[in-house]
């Protein structure tokens, strides 16, 4: 089973709107990423928070992570049509090393 | 800095067919990994690799292997393809540093379509 569940598995949105997406996991972590996917790429990094963290910002994304319900959510705000694309998020479970867990995605489309 | 580089960019392979898929890195990163995307799946750890010389299995590693004679390379085998083989592979890589979960850099991918 996968340890990262998104929850919605796709959103659509109007440009200008916030989205928000979220993701659950099972188990312990050293730290939870988000990564972006475009149609047909590649996926890109966009932010990592760790265990001892409770929120991050980077530009117009805000993650927070709530260790105690193993739940994490992704905030863009102020969307645009560029954010269109697939959003995963990644987990690095305690004594796992340098390896990732990635959960299922989020299929977002942002419209004009 | 081209980053992490995959080829071939797409391949059709028959079943029982064997191919290589090659992933090149220049950013001295020590580990390496081999993924597989399917629909509705999520990316899934094929095999990885701790540094030059070394490999490891990672969740689903059956019917491929690897090999990481140099640094900068990873490549991930397929002996005889099977439909069940159609996906798209990305390669990625990280440094060392803390060997708690770092950011990983992907490649682009390859689609591969077994018949």
């Known amino acids: 089973s996968q340890q990262g569940e998104e929850d919605p598995q796709a959103l659509s949105i109007q440009e200008g709107e916030n989205a928000t997406m979220n993701c659950s996991y099972k188990?312990?972590?050293?730290?939870l990423q988000w990564y972006r996917q475009n149609s047909g790429r590649g996926l890109v990094h966009l932010i990592l928070?760790?265990?001892?963290?409770r929120e991050k910002h980077s530009g117009r994304l805000r993650v927070t992570l709530d260790t105690s319900k193993k739940s994490s959510s992704l905030l863009i705000t102020a969307s645009r049509a560029a954010d269109t694309a697939s959003y995963f998020c990644?987990?690095?479970?305690?004594?796992?090393?340098?390896?990732?867990?990635f959960g299922t995605g989020t299929q977002l489309k942002v419209e004009l | 800095n081209a980053g992490v580089t995959q080829t071939p960019k797409f391949r059709v392979l028959k079943t029982g067919q064997s191919m290589t898929l090659l992933c090149a890195q220049d950013?001295?990163?020590?580990?390496m990994y081999w993924y597989r995307q399917d629909p509705g799946m999520g990316l899934r750890l094929i095999h990885y690799?701790?540094?030059?010389?070394?490999?490891a299995k990672g969740e689903v590693p059956d019917g491929y292997n690897v090999s990481r004679l140099k640094k900068q390379n990873f490549l991930l085998g397929l002996e005889s393809a099977a439909p069940s083989q159609t996906s798209v592979y990305f390669c990625?890589?990280?440094?060392?540093?803390?060997?708690?979960?770092?950011?990983?850099?992907f490649g682009p991918g390859t689609r591969l379509l077994v018949l």
């Open positions: 990625a890589s990280t440094p060392r540093t803390s060997g708690r979960g770092e950011t990983q850099y």
């Open positions: 188990t312990s972590i050293n730290n």
């Open positions: 928070i760790r265990s001892n963290e």
């Open positions: 990644a987990t690095a479970l305690t004594g796992g090393g340098n390896k990732l867990t």
């Open positions: 950013m001295n990163h020590e580990y």
């Open positions: 690799s701790v540094g030059e010389g070394t490999t």
